[in-house]
């Protein structure tokens, strides 16, 4: 199900992609876990916005702060997280994760690479996890507790910056894990 502001929008990308779209409102009414995917100066008001419609759903947040300056891409000047800001606004259980999956790939199967989910909330984490191990070919990854989204929305600049360097497209894999 995908959501928008506007839910005629909504249908137009999910036509493309073989979903229903809604206005996000609806989209999120009967969902067992929604993904809070606005652009990134949008996210906390988008998570605000939609609390009391949300109520205790699990909410993954993949919203990574990004400053492009003359030495290269940096993370957002906050030392928290959006995802943990986002956890003040609702109620619900925030979880964080899948920065480092690049959208253009997932036109074109399951990429090559890792996604590392974050959060407090363990029943959250484990939907988000389900999730994130559809959409990629390695693994996905329980990268601990809801702070680290402070260094995995950070590696979005780490990633622009070495696409930007290798003009490549980069992903991530871990290595040393049982
Ligand atoms: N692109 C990637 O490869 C990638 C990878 C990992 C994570 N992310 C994260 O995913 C999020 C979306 O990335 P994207 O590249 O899809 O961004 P985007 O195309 O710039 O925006 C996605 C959607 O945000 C909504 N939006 C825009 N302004 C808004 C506003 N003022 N209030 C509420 N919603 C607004 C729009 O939906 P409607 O107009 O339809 O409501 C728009 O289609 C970002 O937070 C980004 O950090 C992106």
Redesign the pocket.
């Known amino acids: 199900m995908i959501?928008?502001?506007?839910a005629e929008?909504?249908w137009e990308?999910a036509r493309e992609v073989g979903a229903s779209g809604a206005a996000?409102e609806d989209a999120i009414s009967d969902a067992d876990l929604v993904v809070?995917?606005?652009?990134?100066?949008?996210?906390l008001?988008?998570a605000a916005?939609l609390a009391d419609v949300l109520g205790g759903t699990p909410l993954l947040?993949?919203?990574?702060?990004?400053r492009v300056t003359s030495v290269g891409a940096l993370p957002g000047s906050d030392p928290r997280s959006?995802a943990e800001r986002a956890q003040e606004l609702v109620g619900a259980p925030v979880v964080a994760g899948?920065?480092?999956?690049?959208?253009?790939?997932l036109a074109h199967g399951r990429p090559d690479e890792d996604a590392f989910v974050c959060g407090d909330d363990a029943g959250a984490k484990g939907l988000a996890l389900e999730l994130a191990a559809k959409v990629v070919a390695g693994r996905a990854l329980d990268a601990g507790p809801l702070a680290s989204a402070r260094a995995l929305?950070g590696m979005?600049a780490v990633i622009v910056n070495l696409n930007k360097h290798y003009k490549g497209h980069a992903g991530v894999r871990v290595t040393g894990l049982p």
Request: aromatic share 0%; proline share 3%; net charge positive.
């Open positions: 959501g928008s502001r506007d929008r909504a990308k996000n809070l995917a606005p652009k990134a100066d949008a996210a008001a988008t916005a947040s993949v919203a990574s702060e990004l959006l899948l920065h480092s999956l690049a959208a253009g790939k929305e979005t």
